[in-house]
């Protein structure tokens, strides 16, 4: 029903929201926000570089970029996209154009500000702009649910667990994310490392849980039961089964055991491009494959 430049524009629209929302609120709780004075904070927050922010910016920037780019691709009139900021009504669409629209300014603005230097700029103007980022962020990885789920005659697109479900996995991905801007200084910020990988374990948990419930519930419902068994045992099922929960779920929740257990942070580096595959599959997934 919708291309795969939809699909795109789901993944990175809602993995780059996820990536700026971990890493503001990294900086808000943890970071120079925190009440605690140095020595009593929390050890793994020590690491918390400007590089490190940096890398993650650019990260979550150029995903959310991608995404826009992906989604005026799909538009017949890519001005379109313009006119519905200009002339907004009441709608989904007009939601999720502004608050997208929002989430890039926030994370091109903390980006600029971690590349070219924090310390001129006032620090309230950072808190409010991690503030904004979180809220806006938050809005688009939920919103990327609520688009579909808001085409209720769509088996499994009108459950009201798709909006969490989306959200969940963009969360992981977005960890996966941040996780990815610590391999330059995997030496001197292993804690930094092990705490975002544990973060990331613990999402994906969540989204295992989450995806669980989504079935059961769109099992009982009529109409909805057959796309259940074409998504999961249906001529295309091992893409959901291998790509999404062999590769997405499984295989990074070991790898995270297991970097839990050795500190190898090459365990890290493989689970990463893991955990952005299975955030892409799930999307596939569910737009695709109970169609065939």
């Known amino acids: ?18 990536a700026v929302t971990v890493l503001a609120l990294c900086d808000l709780l943890f970071g120079r926000w925190s009440k605690r004075p140095g020595r009593e904070r929390l050890a793994w927050t020590q690491e918390l570089s400007t590089p490190f922010f940096v890398r993650g910016y650019l990260f979550a920037g150029g995903a959310l970029v991608l995404g826009t780019l992906c989604l005026l691709l799909d538009l017949a009139h890519p001005e379109r996209f313009l006119y519905v ?33 924090s310390a001129r700029t ?17 809005a688009t990885m939920v919103y990327t649910g609520v688009l579909l789920a808001q085409i209720g005659f769509i088996p499994l697109w009108g459950s ?37 990988s544990r973060a990331d374990a613990a999402l994906i948990a969540c989204e295992a849980v989450v995806l669980v419930a ?11 039961g057959a796309a259940v068994e074409t998504l999961l045992w249906g001529p295309e099922a091992w893409v959901f089964w291998i790509g999404f929960v062999g590769v997405g779920l499984v295989l990074p929740l070991a790898l995270d055991a297991a970097f839990a257990a050795t500190g190898a942070s090459s365990l890290v580096a493989v689970a990463v491009p893991f955990v952005l595959v299975g955030g892409f599959f799930l999307r596939y997934c569910i737009v695709n494959v109970q169609f065939v």
Request: glycine share 12%; charged share 5%; hydrophobic share 55%.
């Open 214 to 224: 989504y079935l059961a519930l769109a099992a009982g419902v009529q109409g909805q």
């Open 160 to 196: 009201p667990l798709l909006p969490v479900l989306f959200a969940c996995s963009s969360l992981s991905v977005g960890a996966a994310c941040a996780l990815a801007g610590t391999w330059p200084e995997a030496a001197a910020a292993g804690r930094l490392m092990r705490t975002l």
């Open 122 to 138: 006032p620090l309230a103007l950072i808190k409010a702009l991690e503030v904004a980022a979180v809220t806006c962020g938050t």
């Open 85 to 117: 900021l200009l002339y907004p009504t009441a709608s989904v669409l007009t939601f999720g154009s502004y608050v997208l629209s929002a989430t890039v300014a926030c994370t091109v603005a903390l980006g600029a500000i971690a590349l070219f230097g």
């Open 1 to 18: 029903m919708f291309s795969d430049s939809i699909i795109w524009y789901l993944f990175l629209g809602g993995g780059g929201a996820g």
